[in-house]
């Protein structure tokens, strides 16, 4: 499912919880240091820097040394492809929600 030949699927990385909160908290901020990360995990500074490794590695974060301080934010361009996976699955859903809506409207008359 990887078109833009980055070295880890985008679904891969996303799988894991933490990945996907790391995801969360660098959406709510132009950029964090891996030390306010970490603060946000019971893990240590090592783990925070695997996951963010496996991120990157997929494309969905980009970093940058400040002296000696490396600075994390998302890029989010390669959640393009999940949402357009689950796009393919809106006409499911929306039939769906219209049967049941026929099925309750049925049953009150």
Not at 9 to 35: G, K, N, Q
Request: hydrophobic letters at 40%.
């Amino acid at each position: 499912m990887n078109d833009n030949n980055n070295l880890r699927d985008v679904f891969e990385a996303i799988a894991d919880p933490t990945r996907r909160r790391l995801i969360r908290l660098l959406a709510e901020s132009e950029e964090l240091p891996l030390h306010q990360l970490t603060a946000q995990f019971h893990m240590g500074r090592t783990a925070v820097s695997k996951h963010l490794a496996i991120l990157k590695e997929a494309g969905l974060v980009l970093d940058r040394k400040v002296g000696k301080e490396t600075r994390y934010r998302l890029n989010a361009s390669p959640l393009r492809e999940i949402q357009d996976w689950v796009a393919n699955y809106n006409k499911f859903w929306i039939n769906g929600m219209l049967g049941l809506k026929r099925l309750l409207e049925e049953e009150e008359e």
